[in-house]
């Protein structure tokens, strides 16, 4: 994006996604770290700090708010909920960023807003999708990543 410097990417699939699956601590270490490296790595260090924040938060609220640990079922309305209310987080937070930390001034922020928006939809969608399909078969798959991650205790 010209008016700011920052960029679009799919990385919030994946966020999204393991906040799903593991829920609002893997998805905040995972979402908050793993998106602050691609900044450093794709050149975007400027954002990194506010990435480490935005997509750490994100990561928690869809986990949070998805509750996957007792949530074992394909897809749900919580899931759902969760990632709009996770995924709002992005085009608030670089827009907050971006006008008043970084001191773009409002009227460039908000020309990134759609495309954050855009970005925070599509990757709703896509780990919605991802989620019906795989949930059920990784948790039924893989039961002692998915009791770990929970410390569920087992008879």
Excluded at 13 to 25: D, E, W, Y
Excluded at 27 to 50: E, K, N, T, V
């Amino acid at each position: 994006m010209p008016a700011t410097g920052g960029y679009i990417n799919i990385g919030d699939v994946l966020v999204m996604f393991t906040a799903l699956i593991f829920g609002p601590i893997v998805g905040s270490i995972s979402g908050g770290i793993g998106s602050m490296l691609a900044d450093i790595l794709s050149g975007y260090i400027i954002y990194a700090p506010a990435t480490l924040i935005i997509k750490g938060i994100e990561g928690f609220l869809v986990g949070y708010l998805s509750n996957p640990k007792k949530n074992n079922v394909r897809i749900s309305i919580h899931d759902i909920l969760a990632v709009i209310i996770g995924g709002l987080l992005i085009p608030l937070g670089y827009f907050i960023f971006e006008a008043f930390i970084l001191g773009f001034g409002i009227p460039s922020a908000l020309i990134e807003v759609p495309g954050n928006v855009f970005q925070f939809i599509v990757a709703a969608i896509i780990s919605i999708l991802i989620i019906a399909a795989s949930r059920k078969n990784i948790i039924d798959g893989f039961p002692q990543v998915f009791d770990k991650v929970f410390q569920v205790e087992t008879s």
